[in-house]
């Protein structure tokens, strides 16, 4: 794995912090590291989708998989 992806709600002042130390971490390890926000769940699988596009992973934050459950219901 050389990409990772972090796709975080950027109105979530704790997903922010979460982001931001999970970039610093990714980046020590000699990851390149790709950031994606998304505003509400109408934007999770488009940026998703084009996240994964890019990456070889995707780390995804609580509440983006409860939208993504909420979304598919």
Known sequence: ?????????????NSVKQ???AEKLAKELGLEVKV???ANTNDIQ???ESLA???D???LYQSIIQSLVQWQQ
């Open 19 to 21: 982001a931001q130390e």
């Open 36 to 38: 994606s926000t998304v």
């Open 46 to 48: 488009q940026v998703t």
């Open 1 to 13: 794995m050389k990409k990772v992806g972090i796709l975080y709600t950027a109105s979530e002042d």
């Open 57 to 59: 992973a995707i780390f």
């Open 53 to 55: 596009s890019q990456t």
